[in-house]
């Protein structure tokens, strides 16, 4: 028999109304302005002897449309629930089939209206069931080190509290919770909530515990924080340690223990050491220290050194450091905000073995190994707070929390928290308040709070130009021009004298600088100039390291990257996330080898003769013992002699002139010979091993030995062809038809490209507000066509005949254009073509109103190329304020090498300076010679690829497509900063270019 249960009317209206109120609170804790709440106090991360068992794993989830679905009871404790799936932890759930990614850059992803989170807020229910062994009795802690962007927590059904600050750890107490054996961890997850006001960092949003989770033993004497203070005295050569420890706020008894040092001290005294090897990028020392109680031992990494800024110069141990800088997000394409250690590792190798040395960790505290590793490796840190309000700028920064009263406590707090975790690596020389954050008194407070807790370290932001509560003026993507103003101290003043003055006496970074988007970054090299050449530049931090693609498979079964937009979001900013010097999967762009090359550690001048070379060392702190020096003679592509030079000892900013073998550059009276001197590794270091190359200088000889052709054949007229030589023409249009037996379906002058995402971007700075995409498509650039002027044949100097094809090349509706003269010869066996190219119109003096993207041609072969082979610069390709990192030598490349996969495809792949090429073909082989051109080979149309949205769109259709340019148009870095500088710009110009094709078909 059964009893059932009957509800009364005003017994359902009262569980209708607590339903609500149950809601509503659930509403309102989302839009709490508060710290996260129940979390112990902020630590540093510590190694410690106490228990401690991961509790990443499987966890199980489910995922509802918003928190007003999302019921706050009834399954934290675990057990079979058939409405929960499995999902592994550490994990961003957009990427494991569970919501998509989004992505926004400034605007926020949700109407503006802090501190409400919307109702259409997926909302994450997830839990784990572990045991707990006797070792964490009596008491123990929770800690989740990444959690985004709001979290409740509770262990065994009891609430144990809240997270806040997505980047940031949370430590809970769990001692009377706990219980031994079986034990279930609940967490409930929102994407958006009142945090994500001050979270808007550009980069996709993935909601998730993302990093690790731990339970960890406290004994009963334990040593709940631990805070280093490792000076270095370059005066004297002395250490200076002292190391502070304490337990629930109060300093404790511990033992300080330095065995290699032989030191034993008590917490808290001082103690000089005298002949300390310091720490630093170049010479990361380190020493391996313990701090015990009776309870537990934590071990840390001792690095001595001291930063400082004197003159307007920023000093790490007394001397002035240039940072060779970028800026790291943390990102993987296939598990979004998860990075693996070895993939942390890994890129952080990758990172010096291009001469990087330092870092900002825009625009949050990475995962805490990531800063051992920085210690080790040697890194100079940037640690930027949890915080960004860039969302807010475009409504005039109207309720802008950085200057709202009601956020200051939880923005002191995510300060605090950033500083207590990591206030023990060396390798963090600045703590940043955030980034984009506009500015405010609450900024002023957490910078007040860091220098009172961490006084031994400046303080960087840059959304505040005034500098009022900074240490080092910092902007991002100031030009040039504007950074050698800053660099002489005589940038314009700012209006209160009083901040003016205090901020000339600061060094200035560019936080952020030559944004690296798809093809660039362009204009490197006179950055570097400036931050060598003017003490109070401090160097910058390229935007970015890491493109942000998210791997995507098509229907051939190829990978290929996707960004903003490809997963329908409302509002997005497209491939805007796809930006840095190498890809999602950590390989390098052409961007990054030029890097490399601008901020190379030592300057090797190699004289014209090939007789010796100046040496520069550029080090800070390190001499060049640890560095061999060698030596490579190659003459028409083969190697025929080579050696390693003694060099004694350079001592850091001193310079060496060295002596090599007599003789190197006349190895033949014809052949071009290319010698090459490098510095390289002596031995295995910890992130690459001997033999690893630092920098390096060329000197040549002979290299423009091209033979010309001889103009002795005679224009033969056939039906309607005319034929000169292997070349074939069509009589009535002069256009080329064929070379020996490979059809040629046109050959046409080009003076457009395929838009960078350079190109793409409004020039900061400049007169037209046009992106240069945008001028050159008004312009007709893409749209030229062709207008017979005349065709005749005219006697040689050499006994034969030219054949002289004039054009008039111009756009619909415009009246201005180009002259274009094309004067073919032939010595029977190879065809020259000289190309003369003058602006013709009525617009301007010049009859042009805008730049020119090349002065080339493009001639479309009748069949595939399988690869590319040269003599030029290379192997990756090169414009003419990029491919720093270029070497003058021979290469062979297949062709689907020659492009480079930009995730949004562009103008790429390039080769500069190139004397000599030749292209096999499926029939034969095309030699192309001249005086240095640039050379572009791809398998598929101008039109096609700048048509093309992903690499997928990159479909060959049989033919090869050749760009020979005499000259070309820079790509600067106007995605976002800086256009091309004056230097690099094409402006329209009269231009005279000869090249020569030999045909060979197969037998």
Same mark, same amino acid.
Request: charged share 20%.
């Given at each position: 028999?059964?009893?059932?249960?009957?509800?009364?009317?005003?017994?359902?209206?009262?569980?209708? =109304?607590?339903?609500?109120?149950?809601?509503?609170?659930?509403?309102?804790?989302?839009? @709490?302005?508060?710290?996260?709440?129940?979390?112990?106090?902020?630590?540093?991360?510590?190694?410690?002897?106490?228990?401690?068992? @991961?509790?990443?794993?499987?966890?199980?989830?489910?995922?509802?449309?918003?928190?007003?679905?999302?019921?706050?009871?009834?399954?934290?404790?675990?057990?079979?629930?058939?409405?929960?799936?499995?999902?592994?932890?550490?994990?961003?759930?957009?990427?494991?089939?569970?919501?998509?990614?989004?992505?926004?850059?400034?605007?926020?992803?949700?109407?503006?209206?802090?501190?409400?989170?919307?109702?259409?807020?997926?909302?994450?229910?997830?839990?784990?069931?572990?045991?707990?062994?006797?070792?964490?009795?009596?008491?123990?802690?929770?800690?989740?080190?990444?959690?985004?962007?709001?979290?409740?927590?509770? !262990?065994?059904?009891?609430?144990?509290?809240?997270?806040?600050?997505?980047?940031?750890?949370?430590?809970?107490?769990?001692?009377?919770?706990?219980?031994?054996?079986?034990?279930?961890?609940?967490?409930?997850?929102?994407?958006?909530?009142?945090?994500?006001?001050?979270?808007?960092?550009?980069?996709?949003?993935?909601?998730?515990?993302?990093?690790?989770?731990?339970?960890?033993?406290?004994?009963?004497?334990?040593?709940?924080?631990?805070?280093?203070?490792?000076?270095?005295?370059?005066?004297?050569?002395?250490? +200076?340690?002292?190391? *502070?420890?304490?337990?629930?706020?109060?300093?404790?008894?511990?033992?300080?223990?330095?065995?290699?040092?032989?030191?034993?001290?008590?917490?808290?005294?001082?103690?000089?050491?005298?002949?300390?090897?310091?720490?630093?990028?170049?010479?990361?020392?380190?020493?391996?220290?313990?701090?015990?109680?009776?309870?537990?031992?934590?071990?840390?990494?001792?690095?001595?050194?001291?930063?400082?800024?004197?003159?307007?110069?920023?000093?790490?141990? %007394?001397?002035?450091?240039?940072?060779?800088?970028?800026?790291?997000?943390?990102?993987?394409?296939?598990?979004?905000?998860?990075?693996?250690?070895?993939?942390? *590792?890994?890129?952080?190798?990758?990172?010096?073995?291009?001469?990087?040395?330092? +870092?900002?960790?825009?625009?949050?505290?990475?995962?805490?190994?990531?800063?051992?590793?920085?210690?080790?490796?040697?890194?100079?840190?940037?640690?930027?707070?949890?915080?960004?309000?860039?969302?807010? *700028?475009? %409504?005039?920064?109207?309720?802008?929390?950085?200057?709202?009263?009601?956020?200051?406590?939880?923005?002191?707090?995510?300060?605090?928290?950033?500083?207590?975790?990591?206030?023990?690596?060396?390798?963090?020389?600045?703590?940043?308040?955030?980034?984009?954050?506009?500015?405010?008194?609450?900024?002023?407070?957490?910078?007040?709070?860091?220098?009172?807790?961490?006084?031994?370290?400046?303080?960087?932001?840059?959304?505040?130009?005034?500098?009022?509560?900074?240490?080092?003026?910092?902007?991002?993507?100031?030009?040039?021009?504007?950074?050698?103003?800053?660099?002489?101290?005589? =940038?314009?003043?700012?209006?209160?004298?009083?901040?003016?003055?205090?901020?000339?006496?600061?060094?200035?970074?560019?936080?952020?600088?030559?944004?690296?988007? %798809?093809?660039?970054?362009?204009?490197?090299?006179?950055?570097?100039?400036?931050?060598?050449?003017?003490?109070?530049?401090?160097?910058?931090?390229?935007?970015?390291?890491?493109?942000?693609?998210?791997?995507?498979?098509? =229907?051939?079964?190829?990978?290929?990257?996707?960004?903003?937009?490809?997963?329908?979001?409302?509002?997005?900013?497209?491939?805007?996330?796809?930006?840095?010097?190498?890809?999602?999967?950590?390989?390098?762009?052409?961007?990054?080898?030029?890097?490399?090359?601008?901020?190379?550690?030592?300057?090797?001048?190699?004289?014209?003769?090939?007789?010796?070379?100046?040496?520069?060392?550029?080090?800070?702190?390190?001499?060049? @013992?640890?560095?061999?020096?060698?030596?490579?003679?190659?003459?028409?592509?083969?190697?025929?002699?080579?050696?390693?030079?003694?060099?004694?000892?350079?001592?850091?900013?001193?310079?060496?002139?060295?002596?090599?073998?007599?003789?190197?550059?006349?190895?033949?009276?014809?052949?071009?010979?290319?010698?090459?001197?490098?510095?390289? !590794?002596?031995?295995?270091?910890?992130?690459?091993?001997?033999?690893? *190359?630092?920098?390096?200088?060329?000197?040549?000889?002979?290299?423009?030995?091209?033979?010309?052709?001889?103009?002795?054949?005679?224009?033969?007229?056939?039906?309607?062809?005319?034929?000169?030589?292997?070349?074939?023409?069509?009589?009535?249009?002069?256009?080329?038809?064929?070379?020996?037996?490979?059809?040629?379906?046109?050959?046409?002058?080009?003076?457009?490209?395929?838009?960078?995402?350079?190109?793409?971007?409004?020039?900061?700075? @400049?007169?037209?507000?046009?992106?240069?995409?945008?001028?050159?498509?008004?312009?007709?650039?893409?749209?030229?066509?062709?207008?017979?002027?005349?065709?005749?044949?005219?006697?040689?100097?050499?006994?034969?005949?030219?054949?002289?094809?004039?054009?008039?090349?111009?756009?619909?509706?415009?009246?201005?254009?180009?002259?274009?003269?094309?004067?073919?010869?032939?010595?029977?066996?190879?065809?020259?073509?000289?190309?003369?190219?003058?602006?013709?119109?009525?617009?301007?003096?010049?009859?042009?109103?805008?730049?020119?993207?090349?002065?080339?041609?493009?001639?479309?072969?009748?069949?595939?190329?399988?690869?590319?082979?040269?003599?030029?610069?290379?192997?990756?390709?090169?414009?003419?304020?990029?491919?720093?990192?270029?070497?003058?030598?021979?290469?062979?490349?297949? !062709?689907?090498?020659?492009?480079?996969?930009?995730?949004?495809?562009?103008?790429?792949?390039?080769?500069?300076?190139?004397?000599?090429?030749?292209?096999?073909?499926?029939?034969?082989?095309?030699?192309?010679?001249?005086?240095?051109?640039?050379?572009?080979?791809?398998?598929?149309?101008?039109?096609?690829?700048?048509?093309?949205?992903?690499?997928?769109?990159?479909?060959?259709?049989?033919?090869?497509?050749?760009?020979?340019?005499?000259?070309?148009?820079?790509?600067?870095?106007?995605?976002?900063?800086?256009?091309?500088?004056?230097?690099?710009?094409?402006?329209?110009?009269?231009?005279?270019?000869?090249?020569?094709?030999?045909?060979?078909?197969?037998?």
């Amino acid at each position: 028999m059964s009893v059932e249960h009957t509800t009364t009317g005003h017994d359902a209206v009262a569980v209708a =109304e607590s339903a609500l109120d149950l809601a509503a609170e659930q509403v309102a804790g989302l839009a @709490s302005l508060a710290p996260p709440q129940g979390t112990l106090p902020a630590r540093a991360y510590l190694e410690s002897s106490a228990p401690r068992l @991961s509790l990443n794993g499987t966890w199980k989830f489910r995922l509802h449309p918003g928190i007003r679905r999302a019921p706050e009871h009834g399954w934290q404790s675990g057990g079979d629930r058939p409405d929960f799936v499995d999902l592994p932890v550490p994990s961003s759930w957009p990427m494991h089939g569970h919501g998509t990614p989004w992505y926004t850059n400034v605007q926020f992803p949700f109407a503006v209206e802090p501190p409400h989170a919307p109702d259409a807020n997926p909302v994450g229910d997830l839990f784990f069931e572990f045991a707990a062994g006797p070792e964490y009795f009596p008491s123990a802690l929770l800690r989740f080190d990444g959690l985004e962007s709001a979290g409740t927590v509770w !262990l065994n059904g009891t609430f144990l509290g809240t997270t806040r600050g997505s980047r940031l750890a949370h430590e809970f107490d769990v001692t009377g919770v706990l219980v031994p054996g079986r034990n279930v961890v609940a967490v409930q997850v929102a994407q958006f909530s009142a945090a994500s006001y001050v979270e808007d960092q550009d980069m996709w949003w993935l909601p998730g515990i993302f990093r690790d989770v731990t339970l960890q033993a406290r004994p009963a004497e334990r040593i709940d924080d631990v805070f280093v203070h490792a000076d270095f005295d370059h005066h004297t050569g002395e250490g +200076i340690l002292r190391v *502070e420890v304490s337990r629930a706020g109060e300093p404790i008894a511990a033992v300080v223990r330095v065995p290699e040092l032989g030191l034993e001290l008590p917490a808290g005294a001082e103690q000089r050491l005298p002949g300390i090897d310091p720490w630093s990028a170049e010479l990361p020392r380190l020493y391996g220290a313990s701090v015990s109680t009776p309870g537990e031992t934590v071990a840390v990494q001792l690095g001595f050194r001291t930063v400082s800024i004197e003159d307007a110069q920023f000093k790490v141990n %007394g001397r002035r450091i240039l940072l060779r800088g970028v800026n790291r997000h943390e990102h993987h394409p296939r598990l979004g905000r998860v990075v693996p250690r070895e993939v942390m *590792e890994s890129e952080l190798r990758l990172m010096k073995q291009h001469n990087i040395n330092a +870092i900002r960790t825009s625009h949050y505290p990475p995962h805490p190994d990531f800063l051992a590793l920085a210690d080790q490796l040697g890194f100079y840190v940037v640690l930027e707070c949890d915080l960004e309000t860039h969302g807010f *700028e475009e %409504g005039g920064w109207l309720q802008n929390p950085s200057a709202d009263p009601q956020w200051q406590p939880t923005l002191v707090d995510r300060m605090s928290r950033t500083v207590e975790r990591d206030k023990n690596h060396a390798s963090v020389i600045m703590w940043s308040l955030g980034n984009e954050a506009g500015t405010g008194e609450n900024l002023a407070a957490m910078s007040r709070w860091t220098k009172l807790r961490d006084p031994s370290r400046p303080i960087h932001y840059e959304g505040d130009w005034s500098s009022a509560y900074v240490d080092v003026y910092s902007r991002m993507y100031a030009s040039q021009a504007e950074t050698e103003l800053i660099g002489q101290g005589v =940038e314009p003043p700012l209006d209160d004298a009083g901040l003016d003055s205090r901020r000339r006496e600061m060094p200035f970074v560019l936080c952020e600088y030559v944004h690296a988007m %798809g093809n660039g970054p362009g204009g490197m090299t006179e950055y570097q100039e400036l931050f060598e050449r003017y003490p109070r530049l401090m160097g910058g931090f390229v935007w970015e390291w890491l493109e942000h693609g998210i791997v995507r498979t098509g =229907e051939d079964g190829k990978e290929y990257f996707v960004y903003g937009g490809d997963f329908g979001e409302e509002v997005h900013d497209g491939n805007f996330v796809t930006d840095g010097l190498v890809d999602a999967h950590r390989n390098p762009r052409p961007g990054l080898l030029d890097f490399k090359k601008v901020i190379e550690p030592l300057s090797i001048e190699v004289s014209g003769d090939g007789t010796g070379f100046s040496l520069t060392n550029r080090f800070d702190f390190a001499d060049t @013992s640890g560095l061999e020096f060698r030596y490579t003679v190659e003459a028409d592509g083969v190697t025929v002699d080579g050696g390693r030079v003694d060099v004694a000892p350079v001592a850091p900013h001193e310079s060496a002139d060295v002596r090599l073998p007599a003789g190197l550059l006349e190895r033949s009276v014809q052949a071009p010979v290319v010698l090459t001197v490098s510095a390289v !590794l002596r031995e295995d270091a910890a992130w690459a091993g001997a033999g690893h *190359e630092l920098a390096w200088g060329q000197a040549f000889a002979n290299a423009s030995a091209v033979p010309a052709v001889v103009a002795a054949a005679r224009v033969e007229v056939e039906d309607d062809v005319l034929r000169l030589g292997p070349a074939v023409f069509d009589r009535a249009t002069g256009v080329l038809a064929r070379l020996g037996e490979t059809p040629v379906e046109g050959l046409r002058l080009m003076l457009w490209r395929a838009p960078t995402d350079n190109d793409l971007g409004a020039e900061w700075g @400049s007169p037209d507000p046009r992106p240069a995409a945008k001028q050159w498509l008004d312009a007709g650039l893409n749209r030229m066509h062709a207008r017979l002027v005349g065709i005749a044949a005219r006697p040689s100097a050499d006994g034969g005949e030219e054949l002289v094809v004039r054009t008039r090349v111009a756009p619909a509706g415009k009246q201005f254009g180009v002259l274009a003269e094309y004067t073919w010869s032939s010595d029977g066996t190879g065809v020259s073509l000289r190309t003369r190219v003058k602006p013709d119109g009525s617009w301007t003096n010049a009859g042009w109103p805008v730049t020119w993207a090349r002065i080339g041609f493009e001639m479309i072969m009748g069949t595939s190329t399988r690869s590319v082979e040269w003599f030029g610069q290379g192997p990756h390709h090169s414009y003419p304020d990029t491919g720093q990192g270029t070497k003058l030598g021979w290469y062979e490349l297949p !062709l689907q090498d020659m492009d480079v996969d930009y995730v949004r495809p562009q103008e790429s792949g390039a080769r500069s300076g190139v004397y000599s090429a030749a292209l096999k073909l499926d029939a034969g082989r095309l030699a192309i010679s001249g005086a240095p051109f640039a050379l572009t080979v791809r398998p598929y149309s101008q039109e096609v690829l700048a048509a093309a949205t992903h690499q997928p769109e990159l479909v060959p259709d049989g033919r090869t497509y050749v760009y020979i340019d005499h000259v070309l148009h820079g790509v600067g870095t106007a995605a976002c900063g800086p256009g091309v500088l004056d230097g690099y710009r094409l402006e329209p110009r009269e231009a005279d270019f000869t090249v020569a094709f030999d045909v060979t078909q197969s037998t």
